[in-house]
């Protein structure tokens, strides 16, 4: 026997506007292809491409019925004007209500109209609790501010999150975090699930001076507070993600506004766009104490900016690109005192790395990946590291200028990009200025307080120019098989076959070797550019060349 609840208002009658509960028909054929609510972060694909679209993200299905689900599962469903209540995936309660061609709603007079606590309830002024699935349909716009919700709860039980498709939601001056009941905090274990914030298909979700926290977990695009689909877009100004699975997370979204916000003690990492957005514009944010990376954006972000952030004391990289998220600008910030690497690109190109400040980090700035290719680095700040900045793996075309390199521990570049062009700058207190081992050229640059200037190893092949160098142990040392072209550089104390401050002739490739040796260096280029790219969570050691 099929029992269909009718939910009542507290004073036992139905509100007003509401609609009886529809009977389910003889046949469901609908949930026979929907996934299990039991799985809410899968998504069903249509093709093999990783552009193909994907069908609705399973959360939304909350709100289809008649589709039987656990009897505590419920959703509040906000449809041009109508709100659908369902329970168990069974129509409840339909309410007359204005929204969309009327103009933006309020959350606080959306709950008044349910006048259910069963779905949504304020438990003292200005604090509300959501215990259903809080959905916007296409068209619709829900503003959830301060003064009238100052705290939104999003209680901790099946199915509940916030979100839309093609909607529009603006938080402002509102703390929304996830709610156990049972301990009167938040959940802060994300195990099991926790609620969290999704807008997707063109939609556009607006965050302005809130705090959003402990949300999300590790399910789909379920991580936290989420941009996903079909270029949606929004702006997040002035606001603090605290403890979700991811800070935020883009996937396809464009043009989002991120500026003057706060990315900390995330599980995993701090802000992370994904799949195929662009236009990003992330300025003057901080984030520092995430589970990973500070700032990563991967698998196709583009043509985006990164500008005056602080990127610190992260367990990852401070700030990372990666997996062809080409074309985009690091510019002005500060990156310090991360546990791996500071600024990265790995397996992205055309990337423009400017007048950053990086220090205390592991390696400063490090550009590898088979795909790494045409990245500037230019009038950087690169202090206190193992390595200063090091190009290997794959990575080619680098162009360098102008950086000051200070204080690293083993070596002040590491150079292994084949045609890279370093040129200008300086580098001052380190065992080994600059390392080369592939064809590479440097120009203008001084090197200063280092054991020794420059090394060519057997693979190197090395166009110098201008260069002044000076060394307590060796200017320029060249390993055997290593190849170099010397012009109008100074160098103390000077190469055993060079005389004191006397340039070398235009054409004194040393040492001397033959047609073979040429060959077997471009071999064995060729053979490291198909070193494994993907190291972008746990990165090989950085390599230090044998001084012997």
């Not at 200005?126 to 349909?137: D, K, N, R, S």
């Amino acid at each position: 026997m099929v029992v269909i609840a009718l939910v009542l208002s507290p004073l036992g009658t139905r509100p007003a506007g509401a609609h009886p509960v529809e009977p389910a028909p003889p046949s469901v054929d609908v949930c026979s292809i929907e996934r299990s609510a039991d799985s809410p972060g899968e998504a069903i694909g249509t093709g093999t491409s990783d552009r193909d679209r994907f069908e609705e993200f399973s959360p939304f299905r909350v709100t289809k019925y008649p589709c039987p689900r656990a009897p505590d599962v419920r959703s509040l469903y906000v449809a041009p004007g109508v709100l659908e209540l369902t329970e168990g995936g069974r129509l409840a309660r339909r309410i007359d209500f204005p929204s969309s061609a009327q103009g933006p709603v309020s959350f606080e007079a959306i709950v008044e109209a349910v006048a259910d606590p069963e779905w949504a309830t304020e438990v003292e002024p200005g604090v509300f609790e959501l215990t259903a699935a809080f959905v916007q349909a296409p068209g619709t716009t829900v503003t959830i501010a301060a003064p009238r919700v100052q705290t939104l709860r999003l209680v901790d039980r099946p199915g509940v999150f916030f979100g839309g498709r093609g909607a529009t939601a603006r938080f402002e001056g509102v703390a929304v975090t996830s709610w156990s009941r049972e301990r009167q905090a938040p959940d802060e274990e994300p195990a099991d699930g926790r609620p969290f914030v999704l807008y997707q298909e063109a939609a556009r979700l607006d965050v302005v001076n809130s705090e959003m926290s402990y949300l999300g977990s590790d399910r789909g695009s379920a991580y936290g507070v989420a941009w996903r689909l079909g270029g949606s877009t929004g702006e997040v100004l002035g606001s603090t993600f605290a403890h979700n699975f991811f800070g935020v997370y883009t996937f396809e979204a464009t043009g989002i506004v991120f500026r003057d916000n706060v990315f900390r003690d995330n599980i995993l990492y701090g802000f992370d766009p994904h799949d195929f957005t662009t236009g990003l514009v992330v300025e003057d944010n901080v984030a520092y104490g995430n589970g990973s990376h500070g700032f990563i954006v991967s698998r196709g972000v583009t043509d985006s900016v990164l500008r005056r952030n602080h990127s610190h004391d992260n367990a990852g990289n401070g700030i990372m690109m990666d997996s062809s998220s080409d074309r985009n600008r690091i510019e002005a910030n500060l990156v310090e005192n991360n546990a791996k690497d500071g600024i990265v690109l790995l397996g992205s190109a055309d990337n423009v790395v400017v007048d950053n400040v990086v220090r205390g980090n592991r390696v400063g700035i490090r550009v590898n990946g088979l795909e790494s290719t045409a990245n500037r680095i230019e009038g950087n700040l690169i202090e206190g590291h193992e390595i200063g900045l090091q190009a290997y793996g794959g990575a080619a075309d680098m162009v360098a200028i102008d950086n000051t390199v200070l204080d690293s521990s083993q070596m002040g570049m590491a150079l292994e990009a084949p045609r890279s062009q370093v040129g200008g700058g300086e580098i001052r207190r380190a065992p080994r200025g600059v390392g080369i081992r592939t064809a590479t050229s440097l120009s203008g640059m001084r090197i200063s307080d280092v054991d020794e200037g420059v090394v060519v190893a057997a693979t190197g092949i090395a166009d110098l120019e201008q260069l002044q160098v000076s060394a307590r142990e060796s200017s320029l040392r060249v390993e055997d098989g290593g190849l170099i072209e010397l012009r109008g550089s100074t160098m103390i104390p000077p190469p055993p076959f060079d005389q004191p401050s006397a340039p070398a002739d235009d054409n004194a490739w040393l040492p001397f070797a033959g047609v073979a040796a040429i060959l077997t260096a471009l071999l064995l280029e060729l053979i490291r550019w198909r070193r494994e790219r993907h190291d972008d969570v746990t990165p090989a050691p950085a390599q230090v060349w044998n001084r012997a």
